[in-house]
């Protein structure tokens, strides 16, 4: 298999440091995320936390809670500003990773081709299935745990999830700001409709968010209480030979492996790292526990 | 009195008359241009002569035979109508104003100095003249029971402006009221109209036929000066009668200090009563100014006599009020056997007051029932408009709260369903009103509930009945009133067996709040919803309702929308929400909204197919996916947990066996070698 790295680009680093790069020590970590690619998840964090919270409150009105946390958030006028700018925050993170999937195809892949279809591609392919199968299996003990590749399938899954939810909520949402403008070529009742969609949409991706990708992600009992890769964009290499063992075969078996390798983050910044990951995950968990309550104990 | 004086008055009149009568026709007979009355009959008696003045088209006819009767009949026409001396006929019109001075010069003399006089020298087109009482050719004497100023014709002539709602009743300064009514049932009127004695007093024999003065004026026949001489005209030797009050010839003597007849006997109020025998004041606080004296059940029976003269009824005699006095007793008071009843005089506030909880209460014999003066005081009563009276609007709400303070003897019987009731009058916008802003316009208890008719609202008579609220507030909020009674909530629009709600259902009743304030405005999506709990459950499902929910007010409300006071329905064309209006209603807060926008559903739910089925099925459609999403994701988690488990065990272990140094490799290569199977 080609051993063509998809994201990262690491080369600008590993010239201005190539002694170390050259030498690798064992403490050596893999660079999985660009410093783009983890500046977009930390402001997707951002906008998509204020976004749930702030929405909630509206969809949650009934609850005691809603009512207290839109006081603290400065009043409805306040949290509705609040989550217009994080909406407006979510467009821009989109149309960055656009603008970087455009980048990436110009300077690694030359073509569409081979970004979309290569081996590291996001797109859903006949491994992923074949992958899920195996992981069904493996996880009724009928067979042992796949050779993941790059991405898995429900990392792919989680990304297309992103790209759905955009669009849904979105759209609905910017009918909601600009009701008048939208209600020039549809009918008034379409607002009634945008209003259910967005809301229910927004309840299935705080809801997947805040549990299931937690879980995929960053609370697996074997990853607790924290996976940072995403945030230090680093990940060791013992885990990346357990996680993602076909990357590490593949990049092995080109010799490329070293291109990849950093020196780990200095510990002050995996801190303040682990600080704010902490924050997140406890606003995210909060909000799975309100909705549960408000949900079962006060739906009206 | 009164063919005696009508004489006096009309005698020399009629004398004049004959004189003129004789001269006239001296003059007639000397004249013979001038034309004669059968000159002017040969035209005025035909009955369909007319002419217009001042727009209206007034009769000319003249009956011949009714003037030759008249007590003028012997006159020539020109001997009134002077100005037709000399004229040929027929004359030009209109002619000048007959003057009855030019032969009645003392009657013409009192008439001008007299309010009526007066008011026509003031150019008062409400004034009376000559004619308006005494017609013009048909004047009869005022014996001949014919004649207008007839003594039972009298009342009624002079009812014809005095009466309760004539424009001279209501727009000039007359401080006397239901004359008419009050003359017919006093015992004057009673003589005269019922029992048909001519020589009853009527109008004029008090206040004379032409010297017609106020009261004030010191000439008048009924100011306090003369009203003693003006009613012994009539009753002579009264005096006798008012033996202790008026110690003989005194009450003519010194008027100024003893009390005039009408103190007691008001005008046109004379009632056929007994009134108590001459006692004075001061033979009562000859022993009640001892501070010292007490009733044999030991209550105090001092009277501060500052009090009395301080009060509203300084001018009231004790015994006016403390009734059933013998003032042929060495001590008057002792055949006293009942409390003062304030009703002989307030007779109407009486009666209110019998038919109030209030009154019930102490026909009941209750011992908490209040009288009047639990409320006015006893000797030092103050009129409501003084400050310091416990009436005064600004101290009302104490002197109710006296009872109906929580824990005080009204508060504590009471089962409704109103509480604190003092406190939250306090705290509310009337409250502040009143006692803050010192208004003292401003609603107090008995604007409301009345000051002497008070009754349960339960009782369809009580002004808090809600049949009756929207009158009572509407006699402050008159233009909230007009709307309301013509909303879909008035019971003069709306007719149903369904209760309807009135001011207090929406505002309440103690606690009524400004509408700005946010307290208000989040309530009411609650009290509207009290009836409308369907439409009101939806409404909150939508995002007005929602923010409103947050405790956000700057979004519609329920009266937003469908209005406040003047709610109609939808299908109305007049309504807030109607076709023609709706989009003009959504520019209140969406200033560029359209027909389109205003089709948004502002109370649509997605638990209705039949009414909204694309939020029906587009709320289905969102759970399915909700719901297969979760499943699926939750699924694939709960089955990777114990895989997890175990290789977090794994991976623990390897640790460990790293840090020992040895079995770490064994582990290590055992899972890869799984791995790689």
Not at chain 1, 29 to 52: D, G, K, N, P, Y
Not at chain 2, 169 to 193: C, F, K, P
Not at chain 2, 580 to 602: D, E, I, M, P, S
Request: some cysteine.
């Amino acid at each position: 298999m080609p051993t063509d790295l998809e994201l990262q680009t690491p080369e600008t680093e590993a010239e201005r440091r190539p002694t170390r790069s050259q030498r690798p020590l064992p403490e050596h970590e893999f660079v999985r995320f660009t410093r783009l690619q983890r500046t977009l998840h930390a402001c997707m964090i951002v906008s998509f936390l204020s976004l749930a919270t702030t929405g909630l409150t509206l969809k949650f009105s009934y609850t005691g809670w809603a009512a207290t946390l839109s006081r603290l958030l400065g009043g409805f006028q306040t949290a509705g500003f609040i989550h217009r700018s994080a909406a407006v925050l979510m467009f821009g993170v989109f149309v960055a990773h656009l603008y970087n999937l455009v980048h990436l195809k110009k300077r690694e892949y030359k073509s569409w081709r081979a970004l979309l279809l290569g081996p590291d591609t996001m797109l859903p392919t006949s491994q992923d299935l074949r992958q899920f199968i195996a992981t069904m299996r493996w996880f009724i003990g009928m067979g042992p745990r796949p050779q993941y590749g790059r991405w898995t399938y429900w990392e792919k899954f989680d990304y297309f999830a992103v790209f759905w939810g955009i669009a849904v909520i979105g759209s609905t949402g910017l009918t909601l700001w600009f009701p008048i403008f939208f209600t020039r070529f549809l009918p008034g009742w379409a607002i009634n409709v945008a209003t259910v969609i967005h809301s229910d949409e927004a309840l299935l991706a705080t809801g997947f968010i805040f549990t299931v990708h937690f879980f995929n992600t960053h609370l697996r009992p074997e990853k607790f209480p924290m996976d940072t890769t995403i945030f230090t964009g680093h990940m060791p290499l013992t885990e990346l030979k357990r996680d993602k063992p076909l990357e590490y075969e593949t990049l092995v078996a080109s010799g490329k492996l070293e291109e990849h390798l950093e020196e780990p983050q200095p510990e002050i910044v995996v801190r303040t790292i682990r600080f704010f990951a902490w924050i997140a995950l406890s606003i995210g968990f909060s909000i799975v526990v309100w909705i549960i309550y408000a949900m079962l104990f006060a739906y009206k | 009195m009164s063919t005696r004086t009508v004489r006096s008055i009309f005698a020399p009149g009629i004398a004049l008359t004959l004189l003129i009568i004789a001269g006239s026709a001296l003059t007639s007979a000397q004249s013979a241009q001038g034309p004669t009355s059968d000159d002017c009959l040969a035209c005025h008696s035909d009955k369909s002569l007319t002419t217009q003045r001042s727009g209206r088209t007034v009769s000319l006819f003249i009956d011949g035979k009714r003037f030759s009767s008249s007590v003028h009949g012997a006159l020539n026409c020109t001997a009134c109508h002077a100005d037709l001396e000399g004229k040929d006929l027929p004359h030009s019109t209109p002619l000048a104003r007959v003057q009855c001075g030019s032969c009645h010069t003392d009657e013409q003399k009192q008439h001008s100095h007299s309010l009526h006089g007066k008011a026509i020298a003031r150019g008062d087109n409400l004034a009376p003249r000559c004619v308006d009482c005494h017609g013009n050719h048909d004047i009869v004497p005022v014996r001949d029971p014919r004649s207008a100023v007839a003594p039972l014709k009298v009342p009624f002539l002079c009812g014809r402006c005095h009466r309760e709602g004539t424009p001279v009743q209501t727009q000039r300064n007359i401080d006397q009221h239901n004359i008419l009514e009050n003359y017919s049932e006093s015992i004057h009127g009673e003589a005269l109209l019922k029992k048909g004695l001519v020589v009853a007093a009527n109008c004029v024999s008090c206040h004379t036929p032409h010297n017609i003065l106020p009261h004030t004026d010191p000439n008048s026949s009924i100011n306090r000066r003369n009203i003693a001489a003006t009613c012994t005209k009539c009753h002579a030797e009264i005096e006798e009668v008012h033996r202790k009050t008026i110690r003989g010839e005194l009450w003519e003597k010194e008027a100024h200090v003893l009390p005039a007849c009408v103190d007691c006997h008001q005008p046109h109020k004379v009632r056929n009563v007994f009134y108590t025998q001459g006692m004075a004041d001061a033979d009562c606080l000859r022993c009640h100014t001892n501070e010292h004296l007490r009733a044999s059940d030991g209550r105090s029976m001092f009277v501060r006599a500052a009090d009395v003269a301080g009060s509203r009824h300084a001018k009231v005699a004790c015994s006016q009020c403390h009734s059933e006095v013998n003032a042929s007793r060495v001590r008057p008071c002792e055949t006293i056997s009942h409390p003062v009843d304030c009703s002989r005089c307030h007779e109407e506030i009486g009666q209110q007051y019998q038919r109030s909880k209030h009154g019930q209460l102490l026909a009941a014999n209750d011992p908490n029932a209040p009288t009047c003066k639990e409320c006015h005081g006893t000797h030092h009563v103050l009129g409501k408009h003084d400050p310091l009276s416990a009436t005064f609007s600004t101290n009302v709400p104490t002197l109710c709260g006296g009872c109906h303070r929580e824990g005080k003897k009204a508060a504590v019987r009471y089962t409704g369903t109103q509480h604190e009731i003092i406190q939250h009058y306090t705290e509310s916008i009337h409250g502040k009103g009143l006692l803050k802003s010192g208004l003292t316009v401003t609603a107090t208890c008995t604007n409301c509930h009345t000051a002497h008719g008070v009754l349960p609202s339960s009782d369809p008579q009580s002004t808090v009945n809600p049949k009756n609220l929207p009158a009572t507030c509407g006699a402050c909020h008159h233009g909230i009133e007009e709307q309301f009674e013509q909303s879909v909530h008035s019971r003069l629009v709306t007719k149903t067996d369904k209760e309807l709600p009135v001011c207090s259902d929406c505002h309440s009743a103690h606690t009524i709040r400004r509408t700005d304030e946010s307290g208000f405005m989040l309530d009411i999506m609650d009290k509207c919803g009290r009836c409308h709990a369907e439409i009101a459950k939806t409404y909150f499902d939508t995002y007005h309702g929602k923010v409103s929910k947050l405790g956000y007010t700057k979004t519609a409300k329920c009266y937003d929308c469908h209005g406040a006071h003047d709610i109609l329905r939808v299908t109305d064309p007049r309504s807030h929400l109607s076709r023609a209006n709706v989009v003009a209603t959504c520019q209140k807060c969406h200033a560029n909204a359209t027909r389109r926008f205003a089709g948004y559903l502002t109370h649509a739910t997605h638990h209705d197919p039949k009414k909204y089925p694309f939020l029906y099925w587009t709320f289905w459609g969102m759970t399915t996916l909700l719901v297969g999403t979760f499943a699926m994701g939750g699924m694939h988690t709960l089955l990777w947990l114990p895989r997890a488990l175990q290789m977090r065990r794994e991976l623990k272990a390897e640790e460990a066996a790293r840090s020992n140094g040895t079995g770490g490799e064994e582990k290590t290569s055992g899972e890869e070698g799984r791995h790689a199977d």
